[in-house]
T-cell receptor, first 108, second 116 residues
Framework: TQLLEQSPQFLSIQEGENLTVYCNSS?????LQWYRQEPGEGPVLLVT?????EVKKLKRLTFQFGDARKDSSLHITAAQPGDTGLYLC????????FGAGTRLTVKP | NAGVTQTPKFQVLKTGQSMTLQCAQD?????MSWYRQDPGMGLRLIHY???????DQGEVPNGYNVSRSTTEDFPLRLLSAAPSQTSVYFC???????????????FGPGTRLTVL
């Protein structure tokens, strides 16, 4: 059982659609990070959230940390083919624990 | 800056063989980590180091050794390879700014290891 559960596992949408992916846990984290990974490459950090209820925006991406610091969501507005990739969340509890990821495909 | 570099990019071993995966960073980061990534499992922490001369175990340390003699290098040694160690291995280095209670991680491109 993963400490961090991500859903959905796979998501395939058309360009221009909106989407939300979720990262849930029963554990409390001091911070939570989102990464994007492309095939054959290492993950790249997108954002770190540290305060319960915090919302951060990165262009068309909106990240939210749950009030209890146990969960997070990533919302993408008007998805583009360049958003295609594996999205990973990772929570810090003195060591970094990763979810299994959401594989997003955006079709033109 | 080259960032985090890993060698080799691909490796095939036979069961029982030993090898070292190399990792180097040129960003003067104190914190370095090794992860393995398996389908449906995400990344799992193998070992990490908070500075030269200091290492500690992560979530899945068995079968792996590390050392940190310099800030730049953090090699991962497989003592006697097993098929269960077939995976993609990522090295990461990280830093935190003063007053910041989290690290910003930078990952290398990975080593794809197959153990037959």
């Amino acid at each position: 059982t993963q400490l961090l559960e991500q859903s959905p596992q796979f998501l395939s949408i058309q360009e221009g659609e909106n989407l939300t992916v979720y990262c849930n846990s029963s554990s409390v984290f001091s911070s939570l990070q989102w990464y994007r990974q492309e095939p054959g490459e290492g993950p790249v950090l997108l954002v770190t959230v540290v305060t319960g209820g915090e919302v951060k925006k990165l262009k068309r991406l909106t990240f939210q940390f749950g009030d209890a610091r146990k969960d997070s969501s990533l919302h993408i507005t008007a998805a583009q083919p360049g958003d295609t990739g594996l999205y990973l969340c990772a929570g810090d509890r003195n060591d970094m624990r990763f979810g299994a990821g959401t594989r997003l495909t955006v079709k033109p | 800056n080259a960032g985090v570099t890993q060698t080799p990019k691909f490796q095939v071993l036979k069961t029982g063989q030993s090898m070292t995966l190399q990792c180097a960073q040129d960003m003067n980061h104190e914190y370095m980590s090794w992860y393995r990534q398996d389908p449906g499992m995400g990344l799992r922490l193998i070992h990490y180091s908070v500075g030269a001369g200091i290492t500690d175990q992560g979530e899945v340390p068995n079968g792996y050794n590390v050392s940190r003699s310099t800030t730049e290098d953090f090699p991962l040694r497989l003592l006697s390879a097993a098929p269960s160690q077939t995976s993609v291995y990522f090295c990461a280095s990280s830093y935190s700014l003063p007053g910041q209670n989290y690290n910003e991680q930078f990952f290398g491109p990975g080593t794809r290891l197959t153990v037959l």
